[in-house]
């Protein structure tokens, strides 16, 4: 029997982070003419100034007296633009393999070729020089939701973050979103606009009343005012409207079970048909006073916020202190030849958790991985004021 196994993606250097110092590493990268992939588990590129702070401001960037975390990932994203360096939004890394030794003296001495292959928990594979954990404090990996019974319904009925495309596909009329954060009151919010324009739109159901129902196990909702004022106005004229409008609702609860399907368990989520209509999805939760209720939900978004988590990184074989790596200071390379530690995923004598930090290792990085793409330790030193092939490889109009 023959496996088909996934062609591998060739580059220079993979980045396992996209937060504001994985996004500056490609910079840095980028002046020295190496070509990189970004990789994350996130759906976008941002890390914690995305997930944790994207409008709380961030005043000691260099330069920039005051900017938010939203402000200061698009910042880096125009400043890395002329580098082409493709983003590959969620993926985890699962399997770092070195490709060392080489079959044969020749291949040993071929600067062009890939020395690790890297695979993701989705099936993408690369095959690349070096590799430079960004990763802060692991992988941002969505918080889960404990409940009984609920294995057997995630990806068929319970899923975690957006669920938008599901609800316009399935017809869906009872959503439920878990979380009082700014995802959930976002993905409330959202979905209520959903099932809005199906109930306005021809033979989509419109004439089965329609509810999204936001549970949180507190009254306080954890989410900028401007969000919470809309949710709470949202909820006020669903109260005073009609049958026919679709609801809105506010449960202060928790979840504590999910009854068993009575089809086959674990089925995967297809757009393409509806789910099984045998197999309602029916839970139980409990209020402020301990009281139980059933419900029937068509479908479950749950919005808990995100965990860091090391993962697969911790079985790579990296000398570790209190889960961080430990990096040589010259140029942020690990115990593991080929692999570089830089922001919050390292740990060194006098280290500081700061970006300005991060974007120092990663400039004394890319130094060190150019010396191993290009097999050789005379890497020039140039500067971006006066540079010609600097200017080139930014992009700009050649000084007169």
Known sequence: MVLNTPTPIHTDVLIIGAGPVGLFQVFELGLLGISCHLIDPLPRPGGQCIELYASKPIYDIPGLPACTGQELIERLLTQIKPFNAPFHGGQLVTQLETLLPPVSQEAAQDPSAPRFRV????????????????????????????????????????????????????????????????????????????????AATPNTGGDTPAQVTLIHRR???????????????????????????????????????????????????DASRAPEASSPLRLTWVDAALHSHNASVDLVSVNLGLSPQLGPLSEWGLAMKKKQVIVNTEDFSTNCEGVFAVGDINTYAGKKKLILSGFHEATLAAYGIAKRVFQTDKIPFEYTTASPRLHERLGLAPQR
């Open 119 to 198: 695979s993701t928990a989705s099936g993408l594979v690369f095959a690349v020089k070096a590799v430079v954990l960004a990763c802060g404090v692991g992988a941002f990996l969505p918080r889960p939701l404990v409940s009984l019974g609920l294995e057997p319904w995630l990806g068929r009925g319970v899923f975690y973050g957006d669920i938008q495309d599901r609800i316009r596909q399935t017809l869906s009329h009872e959503v439920w979103v878990v979380g009082g954060d700014e995802a959930a009151l976002s993905e409330a919010l959202q979905s209520l606009e959903t099932l809005e324009h199906l």
């Open 219 to 269: 009254e306080q909702l954890d989410a900028p005012k401007g969000l919470i004022d809309q949710f709470k106005n949202k909820l006020a004229s669903s109260a005073r409207a009609g049958p026919q409008t679709v609801k809105l609702q506010f449960l202060h609860g928790q979840i504590t079970a999910f009854e068993a399907p009575s089809a086959p368990a674990r089925e995967v989520f």
